[in-house]
């Protein structure tokens, strides 16, 4: 936040799980104080740990990263509480991971690494010195590394607090030497100001009590230690449990002092020993058991009290367990830690490399996560009308109650209206929701005779007589496809239980595709576990030629960017570059030029193998030096046969969920469903759909010469 905030940028910070709450985490309560005095802190939080524990009770993950996914798009967005005026999209946002216990170590990496993968954050992982050797350590941060680098996530550097002064140079190069093309890593020593609480973090920690002290009576909050003396350092506590002239050989510098209230010589010794020349600075008092001075000590101790003292409820026991478990942070109450700490990062952080590697980092893939939030997100924001045709299908009926819960888009059901709530009822969904849908039968539907006459118009020329346009209209793809043709819905999902050519064959008859374009095709998009991929085309075109290649491969890069996935297209062979021949690579082979001609703008790479195409590995070796190679996010198949049984393949052995195939060329969007769908799969073709449908409505107003509501390029 310092390094973004100090080059004049616009910061925002972000933990996604807490302790408690905002207003007692130490991290939050900093940044609001220091950087964003205008920002609610309860917007900056997603959520408490309990909260987290129980979705990770019932193995709730997904939904746990969802959640927080949210709130921290919120974030990113601007769209946090803030308490004057609304605040632009940040430069920066900063995102601090758990660091607390409650969960087990393992456990707590991977949820922080899936939350960065899912954030499309660069990752600075902190490490500490404590306890281990420089191997430890060199093996922990490899380790880290490789993992954070397997989830899709940037490493930026490493940074290992407190470092031993003893360590050598060797010691110290072994880490900071770990790989020449790798990462850097900053070693920071330790500093025993910022490693020990001060006594405004034992106020907090404890729900202390101020007693007695220099300065004006304050007002202790549970959000905020404010009384003098509250940064005093504390470098160790000492019990008082013996007399005075013992205590007193045990007494040093930075000494909290713990006694039972009652024990007024432990206390008047204390401070008589501060305030004399000659003995100990101590950092302050802490009185247990609910006890305090009577009224005539309590007058000496208003005298002497140069230092806080404070009180608590428990006994001396429990006060010394709770006292050693606070830990030392860094809160607005601690200005010459806050010092302290900047100086320190600036002597031994190399902050021009790492301001750099922050502005050029460039997050390289999507999470399925992050895209169905965005899917989601985008489609409920300019909702549009979407016809599902098989509506007493019971999938499309579960789909359709979460798209009205969430209102990601407006639906038309076709079907017999009692078949439908006869149905609804069965699957105990809410009747209610279905209350804001539009359900038609297309047997007696008012629109029929209008739509047969429509369509005997456009199809005549095929032979088409006012009977056969009369009896297509009783078939729900027809009439669907009619509602989405005559502007009555934006857009339909079918397929759930019809087949692909039943489904799309009316559009490809009267919606035609759109000018300028040559060939319909269908793409999936691949949400693998750590990152999206679009595969195209796998529904469609059977053998496409050369040139159908290249309209696929754009037409796929700017479906991809649309949807938020950045296009690095490969045109996928069983060779790389030359070293292959023949009629199928060289079809391939000029697909790709033809494609690169068409849009030199975009990172366009063929013939090229699968693998070389996605493993940075295999591509440094295949094709060094490629734009695309080891991190293509296109895969332009070059036949469907390779395409279909590979997105299924993948899908089946690789746990994969395959959203599509979505249709792309199509003047209005239609999309089709596998007969093997999800509810999931639904919802999100859906969404889909309906951000296919915002395109299509601003693409039709750019052309009538108007300003389009929704320009502004992909996710």
Aim: hydrophobic share 45%; net charge negative; proline share 7%.
């Amino acid at each position: 936040c310092e390094l973004a905030a100090r080059r004049g940028g616009r910061v925002g910070f972000f933990r996604p799980i807490v302790r408690y709450d905002a207003a007692r985490d130490p991290s939050v309560r900093l940044v609001v104080d220091r950087y964003l005095t205008n920002v609610d802190p309860e917007a900056l939080v997603g959520l408490n740990r309990e909260q987290a524990r129980a979705y990770l009770a019932e193995d709730r993950v997904p939904e746990l990263i969802a959640t927080v996914l949210a709130k921290f798009r919120a974030v990113r967005d601007g769209q946090v509480g803030a308490t004057d005026a609304p605040r632009e999209p940040d430069d920066l946002v900063v995102v601090e991971g758990t660091s607390f216990q409650g969960f087990a170590p393992t456990h707590e990496f991977d949820l922080n690494a899936d939350l960065a993968a899912n954030f499309g954050s660069a990752v600075l992982p902190v490490f500490t010195a404590r306890g281990k050797t420089p191997a430890d350590l060199r093996d922990a941060i490899a380790i880290a590394f490789d993992q954070f680098g397997d989830r899709g996530c940037e490493v930026l550097a490493a940074v290992v607090n407190h470092v031993p002064a003893s360590w050598d140079r060797a010691a110290r190069g072994s880490l900071t030497a770990m790989k020449a093309d790798g990462p850097p890593v900053w070693l920071l020593p330790e500093d025993r100001q910022l490693t020990h609480p001060s006594m405004g973090e034992i106020a907090v920690g404890l729900d202390a009590t101020w007693l007695y002290g220099p300065g004006e009576p304050p007002s202790l909050r549970a959000d905020r230690a404010s009384f003098a003396g509250a940064d005093r350092s504390v470098g160790r506590f000492l019990v008082a449990a013996m007399r005075v002239p013992h205590f007193l050989e045990h007494l040093s510098d930075g000494a909290l002092v713990i006694c039972p209230g009652d024990r007024d010589d432990i206390l008047l010794a204390s401070l008589a020993g501060e305030k004399s020349r000659t003995g100990p600075n101590i950092a302050g008092v802490l009185l247990s058991g609910g006890l305090a001075p009577g009224r005539t000590v309590g007058r000496l101790v208003e005298g002497l009290a140069g230092v806080p003292v404070l009180g608590v409820n428990t006994d001396t026991f429990t006060t010394a367990l709770n006292v050693a478990a606070v830990p030392a942070v860094l809160s607005p109450d601690s200005p010459r830690k806050i010092e302290a700490a900047l100086e320190l990062f600036d002597a031994h952080v190399d902050t021009d490399a790492l301001a750099e590697a922050i502005r050029v980092s460039d997050p390289r893939r999507v999470t399925p996560l992050m895209f169905e939030y965005e899917l989601l997100r985008r489609a409920a924001a300019r909702r549009k009308r979407v016809v599902l045709p098989e509506g007493t299908e019971p999938r499309i009926l579960q789909a359709a109650e979460t798209i009205l819960r969430r209102g990601v888009a407006d639906l038309t059901l076709l079907g017999d209206p009692a078949a439908i709530r006869r149905q609804i009822a069965e699957l105990k969904l809410d009747a209610a929701l279905f209350g804001a849908a539009t359900i038609e039968n297309p047997a007696d539907s008012p629109r029929l005779e209008e739509f047969a006459a429509e369509y005997h118009r456009l199809r005549q020329h095929k032979g088409v007589t006012p009977d056969i346009a009369r009896d297509r209209m009783t078939d729900v793809s027809y009439y669907g496809t009619m509602l989405v043709h005559l502007g009555l819905a934006d857009g339909m999902v079918s397929g759930s239980a019809h087949t692909t050519a039943h489904t799309i064959r009316p559009a490809f008859e009267f919606i035609k595709t759109k000018p300028g374009v040559g060939v319909v095709s269908g793409i999936f998009f691949m949400c693998l576990p750590d990152r999206v991929l679009v595969y195209g085309d796998c529904a469609v075109v059977p053998n496409p030629t050369a040139d159908q290649l290249a309209e696929i491969a754009v037409t796929s890069a700017d479906t991809a960017a649309r949807f938020g996935v950045v296009p690095r297209v490969a045109l996928l062979s069983y060779s790389t570059g030359e070293s292959g021949s023949g009629e199928d690579v060289d079809r391939v082979r000029e697909a790709t030029a033809k494609a690169q001609a068409m849009r030199p703008d975009l990172p366009i790479d063929g013939p090229i193998q699968y693998d070389a195409a996605v493993d940075p590995q295999t591509a440094a070796s295949k094709r060094p030096g490629s734009p695309v190679a080891g991190q293509a996010t296109v895969l332009i198949f070059p036949d469907l046969n390779t395409g279909n049984n590979t997105y299924k393949a993948v899908q089946r052995s690789a746990g994969a969920v395959a959203v599509g195939p979505v249709l792309q060329g199509l003047n209005k969007p239609v999309n089709d469903l596998s007969r093997g769908c999800t509810v999931p799969d639904i919802l999100n073709t859906v969404a889909i759909t309906a951000i296919q449908a915002q395109a299509a409505a601003d693409e039709a107003q750019a052309a009538a010469g108007g300003a389009s509501p929704g320009a502004g390029g992909a996710a």
